[in-house]
């Protein structure tokens, strides 16, 4: 049949002959259809629904749950309904299939949805994780007979048992829908998801990033041991003493909403160097019209300890009022009081936007130009050139923009700037960019320019993706330089800014 619609009610009449009554594969793929997005047939949450399926923490130092409250989510284009709390005990380190570790070692444990064919179920199922001074997540089973996706993670360290809101990694994903598109959110945190440090000058950077403010003394070796500077990169490192790290010693970032906004979500990637026990914690409030600070806050933060794997940490809240103005996010460290010296955290990738959009780093387009140039020294190689010659940048993924091999970087802007000694009275001297099979992406022309006159032009590079011959993927791009003679030619590349 060329043509068919469903779903119809009886067997006898229309399209209802062919296909009535309905079974599984027809209806799913309907669901399917109506939600609007491909990745949703691996596991995404329903937005607005009853609770969104929200995990809430309860620790004491005898008793440790999660609780689920309810919700909807899609599984392979399964529905899954919850419509009352379902509470899961959290193993003590005593306890479990991996009491018998050592105690100096510490565990993630996993909150997954889990879909059964053998038994036609979906279902939450908590996963124990294994201990090990450097854990990893629990795997999922994804075959044929069982398919898991994440909801959340949650870090037991046998030192610090009690479970805090801060100790859970939300792993939520969302159905993107008609009222709730990844395409059309917004950033309300302007130009500042890329963060930078760099560690061999720290101790010369005491103020915070830009758009932040900071409170507590900021100093190196004081109660905020130091703030290593931010420029457009990767990360932003926090260091602060043991002794304090506390939420009384922060920085913070005030960002306006949409009017009647009350549902928002951040995402981040969070990375610790050091010290069993830091957290790292965005601490994120509303500032109501009235001036009021509302009663409920949403603490969002990394695991610390000596493993160094980055990861992408993201949360969806919703307000109780419809009268918020502002979000104010505070990033700070905590710690055991048991740790000696500095602990740190670095934050990056910072994204906060209203409504359901978790589950992406990069979820709409975007060009951000950087407030510091990034010059050839910073990257895998450094230019020199001698008469007509070909210079490969990046190979090594110096150009890459890589947060846990997510290409959120889709274009650098280059400014390419150029003098010759020699070119006043010759046709010959230019520069050129172009990707690794010679194609031009754009040419800086120096002929007949005043001798050691400079130029300068823009020139916008694609990167992190099949070049424009198709034949490679693009981790960098060639510097051409046609000279008029043995180094008679300057050429210096900066990258301004990318696009996402």
């Known amino acids: ?23 599984r594969e027809l209806f799913n793929q309907w669901f399917s259809f109506g939600t609007n997005s491909a990745q949703n047939k691996y596991g995404s949450v329903v937005p607005e629904y009853l609770d969104d399926l929200e995990i809430q923490v309860f620790g004491s130092s005898a008793y440790n749950a999660l609780v689920v409250k309810a919700g909807a989510a899609l599984i392979k284009d399964y529905i899954y309904i919850n419509t009352q709390d379902v509470i899961f005990l959290v193993p003590s380190p005593n306890e479990g299939e991996y009491s018998t570790a050592s105690d100096s070692d510490r565990r993630f444990d996993s909150l997954v949805l889990r ?79 890329l963060f930078g440090w760099s560690e061999s000058i720290a101790s010369l950077y005491v103020n915070p990033p830009e758009n932040w403010t900071q409170v507590g003394s900021i100093v190196q070796h004081s109660p905020v041991g130091m703030l290593y500077p931010m420029v457009r990169g990767e990360l932003y490192r926090l260091i602060v003493t043991a002794a304090n790290a506390t939420p009384a010693n922060y920085i913070y970032t005030k960002m306006l909403v949409p009017k009647g906004q009350k549902t928002f979500s951040l995402l981040c990637i969070v990375y610790d160097i050091n010290y069993v026990g830091t957290v790292g914690v965005f601490d994120v409030s509303g500032i109501r019209t009235n001036g009021e600070t509302t009663t409920k806050n949403f603490i969002v933060g990394n695991i610390g300890s000596s493993f160094s794997n980055k990861q992408p940490y993201w949360k969806t809240f919703t307000f109780e009022e419809d009268d918020i103005e502002h979000l104010i996010v505070k990033a700070y460290i905590e710690s055991t009081p048991a740790i000696a010296g500095n602990v740190s955290t670095n934050f990056g990738t910072l994204i906060v936007s209203p409504g359901y959009h978790p589950g992406h780093i990069r979820i709409f387009p975007e060009t951000i130009m950087f407030k510091n140039t990034l010059k050839d020294a910073l990257w895998s190689n450094t230019a020199k050139s001698t008469g007509s010659t070909t210079i490969t940048f990046g190979g090594g993924g110096g150009l890459r923009f890589d947060v846990i091999n997510q290409w959120y970087a889709s274009a650098i802007i280059c400014r390419v700037k150029a003098r010759d000694s020699a070119s006043g009275v010759s046709a010959t001297p230019y520069v050129e960019l172009r ?17 050691n006159y400079y130029r300068e032009t823009i020139i916008t590079v694609p990167i992190n993706r099949p070049n424009i011959a198709g034949t490679s993927l693009e981790n960098g791009f060639i510097i051409y330089v046609a000279a008029t003679g043995a180094a008679t030619c300057d050429v210096t590349v900066e990258i301004i800014g990318i696009i996402t």
Not at 1 to 23: K, R
Not at 435 to 451: F, K
């Open 1 to 23: 049949m060329a043509e068919y619609s469903f779903l119809w009610d009886g067997t006898t009449t229309g399209d209802a002959i062919d296909n009535a009554p309905y079974d």
């Open 435 to 451: 990707d690794t099979n010679g194609i031009v992406y754009g040419r800086l022309h120096l002929n007949y320019v005043p001798n």
């Open 115 to 193: 879909l059964t064919y053998a038994d036609q179920t979906v279902r939450l199922a908590y996963i124990e994780g294994v201990p090990d001074t450097d854990p990893q997540y629990p795997s999922l089973t994804q075959n044929d007979d069982i398919f898991e996706v994440y909801l959340a993670q949650i870090y037991v360290d046998k030192t610090l048992y009690t479970l805090t809101q801060s100790r859970l990694i939300d792993r939520r994903k969302f159905i993107s829908t008609n009222k709730h598109p990844y395409t059309k959110a917004q950033n309300l945190h302007k130009n500042t998801e």
